[in-house]
């Protein structure tokens, strides 16, 4: 695990493992500073005016609900997923970005985390396979990582052609 940072070309060297680790643990600092942007953020009691159905098959199976919420005497409407509200909820909190009131969630686990955990589990499955299968990246390979173009490179170790090899010179 040799990491090398080369300051007159500003370029990082990562073995297959160590960029395995950048990739998650930049995923994890994405999700947590999206998530950082809601500690500027205010709660308010929206009012639900109605419950529908997105643009699922057949139009039946996306839920949603629509929602009115006051800011500073400025009314605000959205529609977020219903999220297994039962339908004789009135009122719910909502969750809204002090710079922003516009922008909104339901203030509950689903409306907080679900799009954040969706989102890190389907990139983590991708980035998971992409380094767990031997025919993408190979042992040795050494992943380029650069301010100038091109800003991500992939150099696989070179491959000794063998007896067996069907088409070895």
Known sequence: MDL??????????????QAYLFFLFSLIAICILYQAIW?????????I?????????DYKHVENVTIRYRVQNKEYLNTYL????????????????????SISRM???IGN???????????????????????????????VLSLSYPFFCLKKPAKEP??????AW
């Open 4 to 17: 090398k940072l080369t300051s007159t070309t500003h370029t990082m060297k990562l073995s297959k493992i």
């Open 39 to 47: 500690l500027f953020s205010k709660t308010t009691t929206g009012e």
């Open 49 to 57: 005016l109605n419950f529908g159905t997105g643009s699922g098959r």
């Open 82 to 101: 219903r999220n297994d509200l039962e339908g004789t909820i009135q009122r719910v909190p909502i969750k809204y970005l002090i710079f922003a009131p």
């Open 107 to 109: 203030d509950n686990f």
């Open 113 to 143: 985390w679900g799009l954040v955990l969706v989102v890190f589990l389907i990139i983590f499955s991708c980035v998971s396979i992409f380094f767990l299968i031997q025919q993408i990246v190979p042992n040795g390979s050494v992943f």
């Open 162 to 167: 063998d007896a067996n090899d069907q088409y």
